[in-house]
């Protein structure tokens, strides 16, 4: 897992750098004037808020590397070259990227986004799922709960005795400690404030990390 005690330990000769792994990247991107990533969703992310992104790639891998987080960033690949951009886009001398690029973007992102425009892709998830069949009547036979179950149930009956190495568990925590009812509640307030929607909205604890979202 990535060590955060290395950028701690190189940021502490600059007073204007903090390393922190709190709050949503979300809100990080909306108060920045530019954002660095490599190969990352970070960028994907600071394209859809419209927030300037640069991609560092001192090594270019057209294998490693994923085609949507460069391809809607501007790309930079030495120290000096990353540098002369952000002070483009933090100086505000220039339009950085220009509407050609940003267009040029855009018909990139819709080979991998749908919802770029018109309704919100929950919306869209709603509509789907109420337009989803419902649950068939007939009686399933044995053989096809047993196969069912073997493709639904044993993985995660599986994964339970199966023991990731620690590094790998330590990297997963990092990344996604889990949530709690608390915590979801509180983004459906915000959403509510926000959006004057989700006011019979309930969101309850399931098991596992998941959640049941309710219409009251």
């Known amino acids: 897992p990535e060590n955060a005690a290395r950028w701690e330990r190189e940021a502490r000769p600059y007073g204007n750098v903090t390393v922190t792994r709190a709050g949503s990247v979300n809100e990080w991107i909306a108060a920045a004037d530019a954002v660095v990533h490599f190969n990352c969703t970070t960028g994907v992310e600071a394209f859809l808020q419209e927030t300037p992104a640069v991609a560092y790639r001192p090594s270019p891998s057209e294998t490693y590397e994923a085609a949507l987080p460069k391809g809607v960033s ?3 690949f030495c120290r000096d070259e990353t540098v002369s ?3 483009r886009i933090v100086g505000g001398r220039e339009d950085v990227p220009g509407d050609r690029t940003r267009a040029e973007w855009r018909a990139l992102a819709r080979d991998y986004i749908t919802a770029l425009d018109g309704p919100l892709a929950g919306d869209r998830i709603v509509e789907a799922l109420r337009a989803a069949p ?3 009547s007939r009686r399933r036979s044995a053989a096809e709960r047993l196969g069912l179950w073997k493709r639904e149930a044993w993985p995660s009956v599986a ?3 199966e023991r990731p190495p620690a590094g790998e568990a330590r990297f997963e925590a990092a990344k996604f400690p889990g949530l709690a009812a608390e915590e979801v ?3 459906a307030a915000e959403l509510r404030a926000v959006s004057g929607r989700f006011e019979r909205v309930r969101i ?3 098991k596992h990390g998941c959640f049941r979202i ?3």
Request: charged share 30%; aromatic share 10%.
């Open 85 to 87: 951009l952000l002070e």
């Open 204 to 206: 309850d604890l399931w």
């Open 159 to 161: 994964r339970r005795f």
């Open 185 to 187: 509640n509180a983004c």
């Open 214 to 216: 309710v219409q009251e």
């Open 134 to 136: 419902g649950p068939r």
């Open 74 to 76: 501007l790309q930079a």
